[in-house]
């Protein structure tokens, strides 16, 4: 079966420059989740999707960083104005449900390099 | 805060046991997770317990919690050459959201 799928899988950008990065999840889990890894570095959580709705988006590091989700589906994170210090590899994960134990899945990532 | 901690690295021989350590600081925390991380490869779920538990098997790996000095430690049995990758230990934070705090990994080198 599908698991969950991220494009595109690497991301150059010029410092400036909007990027978005896309993230299918596995059909039918309702909560989505978008982490940062930056090189060396454990995951840091940026914001939880329950359904289209985001009731957790304490992690985003700024205005400039903003999400959505569509669908139940699909779901967008947007870069604004990029920085150095936003490259990183950007990963997404889905399960079932978001509370209580439910196994977060997770996608192979975008890298996103900013020159 | 939420805060954890791992060493960064721990090499063994092949046919050795591993032990991976980890600290964590939220004392209600519910779940804590060994995540495992190859080159090239996703995050792969390893293992995770119950915050009542002490200890979990599953075959080679065993999972040790101690929840007084909020300490928590993964041992591969007869570590192999593919068990050579980044290794995760993640809680999850007191919000109700399953939002997962990670450390900053141990890198694990198996050599033959």
């Known amino acids: 079966g599908a698991g969950v799928s991220q494009s595109p899988s690497n991301k150059v950008t010029e410092k400036g420059k909007d990027v978005e990065l896309r993230c299918d999840p596995i059909s039918g889990h309702t909560a989505l989740y978008w982490y940062r890894q930056r090189l060396g570095q454990g995951l840091e959580f940026l914001i939880y999707f329950q359904g289209n709705s985001a009731p957790d988006k304490s992690g985003l590091p700024s205005d400039r960083f903003s999400a959505e989700r569509t669908g139940e589906s699909v779901s967008t994170l947007t870069i604004q104005r990029t920085q150095q210090e936003d490259s990183a590899v950007y990963l997404c994960a889905s399960s079932f449900a978001g509370q209580g134990h439910n196994e977060q899945f997770f996608g192979p990532g975008t890298r996103l390099t900013v020159l | 805060g939420e805060d954890v901690e791992q060493s960064l690295f721990l090499s063994v021989r092949e046919g050795d046991s591993s032990v991976i350590n980890c600290t964590y600081t939220?004392?209600?925390?519910?779940?804590l997770y060994w995540y495992k991380q190859e080159p090239g490869a996703g995050l792969q779920l390893l293992t995770y317990i119950f915050s009542n538990m002490d200890m979990k098997q599953d075959q080679r790996l065993t999972v040790l919690l101690n929840k007084k000095d909020k300490h928590l430690s993964l041992r591969i049995a007869d570590t192999q050459t593919g068990d050579s990758a980044i290794y995760f230990c993640a809680e999850m934070g007191s919000s109700n959201t399953g939002k997962l705090i990670f450390g900053q990994g141990t890198t694990l080198q198996v050599k033959p």
């Open positions: 939220d004392s209600s925390s519910t779940y």
